[in-house]
Each structure stands twice: as structure tokens, then as C-alpha cells.
Nanobody
Framework: QVQLVESGGGLVQAGGSLTLSCAAS????????VGWFRQAPGKEREFVAA????????LYADSVKGRFSIARDNAKNTVSLQMTSLQPEDTASYYC????????????????WGQGTQVIVSS
């Protein structure tokens, strides 16, 4: 079983950038496909980006395509989400998730979740 911890959230002005990190313990993250999801207050959790265990395939939500980039460093046992051109609508708690679904967009395909890191984008 793998335990996930997100970090890197914070308060940023619109147009700014943040890089989130998902670190694993218990098992090596390189065994898993990893997804990033976000949940704004009063809204359902939604898919943001995903990457396969080898890093050979990535997938992005249309709302973040061209602005966000997911990458993994298997040597460091981490997966990052680089976020640029942030907008107020990107404000949410961001969660990383791991399992073996390929680059899935569905929350139900991931068994392991972190506790989330909050991102607030001010206008």
C-alpha cells in the first residue's frame, strides 16, 4: 500500500504559477499510474491531469491543457503538477491519487489518495 502526501499549495495572484508535489511512502510511486484531481467548495472532485507509471502517456482536462504540466521523477518517488497562468477558477484543494488504471480521468479508478493541498488564486 502506498501513502501519498501533497505539498506546494498556497495563495497566488491570477497569472501566477505554482508547482505541486506528490510524494509517496510505503511503496515506490513508480509502480503506479498517478492522477491529480481538484475539488472546489460545493463542487464535485474533478480530474486535472494523469500520468502513466512510465511517464509515457499524459492526459489533461481541457480546462488546464496548455497551462498545467504533469511529470514524474521516479528516482525521487514524486509526481509534480506545474501550474502556470493560474486563474481564480483554479482555486480548489488539489489531490494526487495512485493506482493501476492507466491515465484515467475517473476518481473511482484510483484507490489511494492524499489529503490534499489548497490552492487559492486571487483576482
Amino acid at each position: 500500500q502506498v501513502q501519498l502526501v501533497e505539498s506546494g499549495g498556497g495563495l497566488v495572484q491570477a497569472g501566477g504559477s505554482l508547482t505541486l508535489s506528490c510524494a509517496a511512502s510505503g511503496r515506490t510511486l513508480s509502480r503506479y499510474d498517478v492522477g491529480w484531481f481538484r475539488q472546489a467548495p460545493g463542487k464535485e472532485r474533478e480530474f486535472v491531469a494523469a500520468i502513466t507509471r512510465t511517464g509515457g502517456r499524459t492526459l489533461y482536462a481541457d480546462s488546464v491543457k496548455g497551462r498545467f504540466s504533469i511529470a514524474r521523477d521516479n528516482a525521487k518517488n514524486t509526481v509534480s503538477l506545474q501550474m502556470t497562468s493560474l486563474q481564480p477558477e483554479d482555486t480548489a484543494s488539489y489531490y494526487c491519487a495512485a493506482d493501476f488504471p492507466g491515465a484515467s480521468t475517473l476518481t473511482r479508478d484510483y484507490a489511494y489518495w492524499g489529503q490534499g493541498t489548497q490552492v487559492i488564486v486571487s483576482s
